[in-house]
């Protein structure tokens, strides 16, 4: 996703804020901005998700609970 979002869509964001007339360093550094934004929130729904799931899955030894087959 970040690649997609590196190759089409901020060049295009930025190109479109230097020709409606902003600095191209301004126009830089709101690209970086918004790229490291979607990777620090990419990054952090990750971790949650993660610590929601742990609580499912181990107990507080980190042993894995086993779950039951219903086909049995």
Do not use: H, N
Not at 7 to 28: H, K, Y
Not at 39 to 59: E, G, R
């Amino acid at each position: 996703m970040l690649m997609v979002l590196g190759i089409v869509a901020l060049p295009g964001m930025m190109s479109g804020q230097i020709l409606a007339g902003e600095s191209p360093l301004i126009a830089v550094r709101y690209q970086l901005l918004i790229c490291f934004s979607i990777a620090a929130t990419a990054a952090i729904v990750t971790w949650v998700s993660i610590q929601m799931t742990q609580k499912l899955y181990f107990t507080k030894d980190d042993q894995f609970i086993r779950t039951q087959d219903s086909g049995d």
